[in-house]
């Protein structure tokens, strides 16, 4: 089956770094992306490209709105979607007022599909197509979260989470339990369309030594998938990592020496991190998943990005729901760009869509499928309309350049903004 869009149509074709370099960047100002069987066959001028287009093939006419690649989350969690914006604790405490009480519902299966089923529109209403996804411990979790994501076609990195002490009893599995279910899982759902599995300990704290080695030879007998866990988030908690594993040179080194460092590796948060920890990250090819509405929120601390792609290490964005305070990248962008500011880093536009669009890609080693509009990747785009509410067509009314258009859509956007989504090239939300 053959489509094309017309619109207004954006993407990146590298990291335009902290001066939007104009050749990172494409935009077509009246374009037209043709795709074929789910997948990105050209993009181009509309001028140009609208004679080669044959009869057979449906156009979709968004002029005057912009055309940019789906949004990629690189770390939320769906059983924290119901306990988002709860008040006024730092990490530990948070997760045992609000986080667990959530993650225990999760023992009846049904409470588990209704909530990914919510949680998954919601990310597509968001205009967010990708995510990487925290379940819980229970291994249904994640069953009913990659069915639920099967059913919508959507491209999906989760896992059952690993945790077996420090924390509450009915969350806890144990090493062998926990390498049994999550390789189960693995079997049942890695590679299967669009789904990937990810070996999730939720961090180091609540795992014993046994299962981060439990985990770290799961990591080493299935090297094509994921580790998805928490790094140097609270203060505190980088403290209690020091005690506890007193043997170890830092929070990362606790990762490394089980196996848990490599590529494909995602790390939410990496907020207190020594120059030696970013050049050891990077060595691995392990990625970074910056989390600032969740930072700010819980008073973690500052996610400093210049540092981090400085040493090489791959960084994307990600709401951290429900620690992050919105399920919009759009908003999460804007905090970002705060976060910055304030160190002095600047964030321009290109700049921030990259890190939760190619950038996103690139730190979950999912570039090859998507991330921008290269020909053959998958068709997963949305549809922005600055016209979706009054304050954005007011703004956008009096932007001079495309830039000034995005950075105001970053901050003033949010899912009224989301006209459509699209998952290989099929209409999913709004
Ligand atoms: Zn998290």
């Known amino acids: 089956m053959r489509q094309a869009f017309r619109g207004s149509i954006f993407h990146c074709l590298a990291d335009p770094g902290p001066r939007a370099e104009q050749s990172a960047i494409e935009h077509i100002e009246d374009g037209l992306l043709i795709v074929e069987d789910g997948r990105v066959a050209q993009v181009g001028d509309a001028g140009n490209l609208l004679a080669s287009v044959d009869e057979q093939t449906s156009i979709e006419d968004y002029s005057g709105k912009l055309i940019v690649p789906g949004l990629i989350d690189c770390h939320v969690h769906c059983p924290q979607v119901d306990i988002i ?25 049904n409470h588990a599909r209704e909530v990914a089923d919510f949680f998954l529109d919601e990310l597509l ?12 411990v229970h291994p249904h979790s994640a069953d009913t979260l990659f069915a639920a994501a099967e059913e919508r076609n959507m491209r999906l990195v989760g896992g059952k989470v690993l945790m077996d002490e420090h924390c509450p009893e009915e969350l806890r599995d144990d090493p062998q339990s926990g390498y049994d279910d999550s390789k189960a899982l693995i079997e049942k759902w890695h590679g299967r369309g669009r789904l990937g599995y990810a070996i999730t300990p939720r961090f180091a704290l609540t795992s014993s030594e046994a299962q981060l080695d439990a985990a770290g030879q799961l990591a080493a007998e299935y ?38 460092l490599r590529e494909r590796s995602v790390f939410a948060h990496c907020l207190h991190l020594s120059a030696e920890d970013r050049a050891l990250m990077a060595k691995k090819g392990g990625a970074g998943a910056f989390c ?26 990600a709401t951290d729901v429900g620690g992050g305070t919105s399920m919009s990248l759009l908003r999460t962008m804007s905090e970002a760009y705060k976060m910055l500011h304030i160190q002095g880093q600047p964030l321009p536009a290109s700049r921030a869509l990259y890190l939760a669009t190619l950038g996103a890609a690139e730190a979950l080693y999912l570039d090859e ?27 956008a009314a009096a932007a001079e350049s495309l830039d000034e258009l995005l950075f105001a859509l970053i901050f003033l956007g949010d899912d009224r903004n989301i006209a459509a989504t699209y998952l290989c090239g099929e209409r999913r939300a709004s």
């Open 223 to 260: 090297p094509d998938t994921w580790v998805h866990t928490h790094l140097a988030e609270n203060q505190e908690e980088v403290d209690e990592i020091a005690r506890q594993f007193a043997w170890s040179r830092s929070y990362l080194d606790v990762y490394d020496r089980f196996g848990l």
């Open 369 to 395: 499928h998507i991330g921008n509009f290269a020909a053959g990747k998958e068709a997963d785009f949305i549809v922005l309309d600055t016209d979706a509410s009054q304050i954005t067509a007011r703004r």
């Open 292 to 317: 600032p509405t969740s930072n700010l929120f819980l008073g973690s601390g500052m996610f400093d990005l210049q540092s981090m792609t400085d040493s090489g290490v791959r960084v994307g964005l």
């Open 85 to 109: 914006a709860s008040y006024g604790e730092q990490l530990l405490d948070w997760l045992s007022k609000y986080a667990y009480p959530a993650e225990m519902q999760f023992a009846d299966e």
């Open 125 to 136: 209403r968001n205009g967010t197509t990708t995510a990487a996804v925290f379940a819980t």
